[in-house]
């Protein structure tokens, strides 16, 4: 499925005060995940296996870093867990980085808030709006906005990269 994203991620203290700023809306629990998620080394974007309960998800997606909510260019595989995919992927082109976090996903019509606790970095939430099932005309970054105001963010705590690049960057220490 390809999709257009607009997203932003930032480094919170605390996840329940998060939750509790937007108690307010009728968001819907879509779960709460236990991930992980495995990163190649491909030459273009990103590609990552995610794997959670029974199933997993081939991610490729390509955007820039920033931190101000930005665009991305996403195609999303949801497929059952077979490890043999994750050989053929390692094979070809070596891991990476691993990332592990437990994730609860909030929806809100078109837009998810997940609330992340990533093994080795902390807490983060990470807003992301989607052009599926919205109407045309929507702005997605306006979308993403009104999410950071709402839980009353600052630029300070706004991530410009992925926990992928956290977790390298970590390891570089």
Same mark, same amino acid.
């Given at each position: 499925m390809e999709l257009q994203n607009v997203e932003f991620k930032a480094r919170?203290? !605390? /996840? !329940?005060?998060?939750? $509790?700023? /937007?108690?307010g809306l009728e968001l819907i629990l879509d779960g709460v995940y236990k991930q992980v998620d495995t990163y190649y080394n491909v030459p273009i974007g990103r590609v990552k296996l995610r794997e959670y309960d029974e199933y997993s998800s081939l991610i490729y997606y390509n955007r820039v870093n920033g931190e101000e909510a930005k665009s991305s260019d996403v195609i999303y595989y949801k497929h059952e867990k077979d490890a043999a995919l994750g050989a053929i992927l390692e094979l070809q082109f070596g891991i990476k980085v691993k990332v592990s976090k437990v994730r609860k996903v909030l929806k809100y019509k078109n837009v998810s808030?997940?609330? $992340?606790?990533?093994?080795? /970095?902390g807490c983060f939430v990470e807003v992301e709006a989607c052009n599926i099932g919205v109407e045309e005309g929507v702005d997605l970054k306006q979308q993403c906005d009104c999410f950071f105001n709402l839980m009353e963010l600052t630029k300070e705590d706004l991530v410009a990269v992925s926990y992928s690049d956290l977790i390298l960057q970590l390891n570089k220490i």
């Open positions: 919170v203290a !605390d /996840l !329940d005060s998060i939750e $509790d700023k /937007l108690k808030v997940h609330l $992340d606790q990533v093994d080795g /970095l």
